[in-house]
């Protein structure tokens, strides 16, 4: 998620052994705003799994859509 940082936004990430769900569970305990799932079909397609914390919208986009998107939420200050 090397694209994230560079365009400024904070990013971390989840690489303890718990399993996928539990992952998800608990980034969406903690309110975060976007959850985004990278696995082995999504590296291939250079896709992530966005998920949004707000309206539980679950989508497949590109690595560069999603930057600029959360780039335009950003400096509007939508987030």
Do not use: F
Not at 42 to 68: C, G, L, M, P, S
């Amino acid at each position: 998620m090397s694209e994230l940082k560079e365009a400024g936004i904070r990013v971390s990430i989840d690489d303890s052994t718990d399993g996928l769900n539990k992952k998800i569970r608990n980034a969406e305990k903690s309110y975060i705003n976007y959850i985004l799932v990278v696995g082995e079909q999504e590296e291939k397609a250079e896709t992530v799994n966005v998920r949004n914390y707000k309206t539980k919208e679950q989508n497949e986009v590109k690595v560069d859509e999603i930057v600029k998107s959360l780039q335009e939420e950003v400096s509007e200050r939508r987030l």
